[in-house]
């Protein structure tokens, strides 16, 4: 960084990458450990398969490789490179996994973090990482979304193991002086809903020394309230898009994309539903990765882009929700 530019006034997408583990769990594999069916959870969610890190594989490497692809997608040397934000709930180290990603992408002239907020996390860290590039302070970030959500779930609960697998995004964003591809955005938060889904800790009482007590840390599986997370995205998704597009002067129809948080089908479906979009312009890869929280929506925009779905110039409506509560949402225009 060499000072504030302050000619900078928007960001443009230069890249994406993604990354997936090798092992697939099927739903019929889940029906040999639990008490479900292959057709109980395509019916409920859209699920087909998820995939499941393995021994070799955690949020770091996946993350490393998803950022690697959107680098070089962009064609940006990594000594260009910025900012770093790493957008997880499961990071290898709790004190942050982003500057091992750096290491390993050797961005040397790059600061890295993490940014938690679950499944907001990517649409947060995203709009977190433009307004250091909008600000003028940097140039170029990469922005990752990567969760290792199977390390949390209780596999022996089916009303939640089912929903969720692990995975990775990035996008390569850069500071422009002519325009700005980040439309607009909404961010929300609501701490009084926080018990609807979270991973708390889980601390064991002992002592020092006399009289001298601590918690050991430790974390409880996922805990969710199914019911109540459906109904919390269902009314606010649409709510947040709707308020964005009024602030930004927008409707559904100058809209190419709905990119939503891939969660459950039925939540994309009858958010399309209210927000009067056709089924053809609802993205949706989660019959085949579930739910991997901060990685779904880079993942669907990466996929998407290399498939010559989404193209140059699209504008995309995306929307991320989940843990706290917290949810949000941004119009952008891919490149
Ligand atoms: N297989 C078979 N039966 C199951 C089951 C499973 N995996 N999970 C729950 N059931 C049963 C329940 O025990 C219940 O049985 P009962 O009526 O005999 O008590 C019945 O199915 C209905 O349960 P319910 O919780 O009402 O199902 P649902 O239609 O709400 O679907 C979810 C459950 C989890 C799929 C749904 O609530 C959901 O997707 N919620 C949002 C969760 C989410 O997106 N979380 C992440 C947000 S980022």
């Given at each position: ?141 990469i922005v990752i979304g990567a969760d290792q959500m199977s390390s949390y779930v209780d596999w022996n609960d089916r009303r939640s193991c089912i929903l969720f697998g692990d995975g990775a995004g990035a ?165």
């Open positions: 960084m060499e000072g504030i530019n302050f000619n900078q006034i928007g960001v443009s997408f230069k890249g994406s990458g993604s990354y997936v583990p090798k092992q697939i769990l099927t739903n019929h594999k889940i029906s040999d450990k639990v008490d479900t069916s292959d057709e109980w959870i395509k019916s409920r969610t859209g699920i087909s398969q998820r995939r499941i890190a393995g021994l070799e594989e955690n949020v770091t490497q996946m993350g490393y490789k998803a950022a690697m692809s959107a680098i070089q997608m962009a064609k940006w040397d990594v000594e260009t490179i910025d900012l770093i934000v790493l957008a997880t709930s499961t990071p290898n180290d709790l004190f942050g996994s982003a500057p091992a990603i750096q290491a390993k992408l050797c961005a040397n002239n790059a600061v890295a973090f993490d940014l938690t907020a679950a499944c907001s996390g990517f649409l947060f860290a995203l709009i977190t990482a433009s307004q250091f590039l909008k600000g003028g302070s940097y140039k170029r970030a996008i390569a964003i850069e500071a422009t002086n002519e325009f700005d591809n980040l439309i607009g955005f909404n961010m929300r938060t609501d701490g009084q809903r926080g018990s609807f889904l979270n991973l708390p800790s889980k601390n064991k009482k002992d002592s020092i020394i006399d009289k001298i007590e601590y918690s050991s840390g430790g974390f409880s599986p996922v805990q969710m309230n199914g019911q109540e997370v459906y109904k919390f995205a269902v009314r606010e998704v649409p709510l947040i898009i709707k308020d964005l597009f009024k602030k930004v002067n927008y409707n559904s129809d100058k809209v190419d994309w709905l990119l939503l948080h891939q969660a459950n089908q039925r939540i994309l479906d009858s958010v399309g539903d209210k927000l009067k979009f056709s089924k053809e312009k609802i993205l949706s890869n989660l019959q085949n990765y579930g739910n991997t929280s901060a990685g779904t929506i880079p993942l669907m925009i990466d996929e998407a882009i290399r498939n010559n779905t989404i193209k140059q110039n699209d504008i995309i409506a995306t929307s991320g929700f989940g843990a706290g509560l917290s949810w949000g949402a941004a119009l952008i225009q891919w490149g």
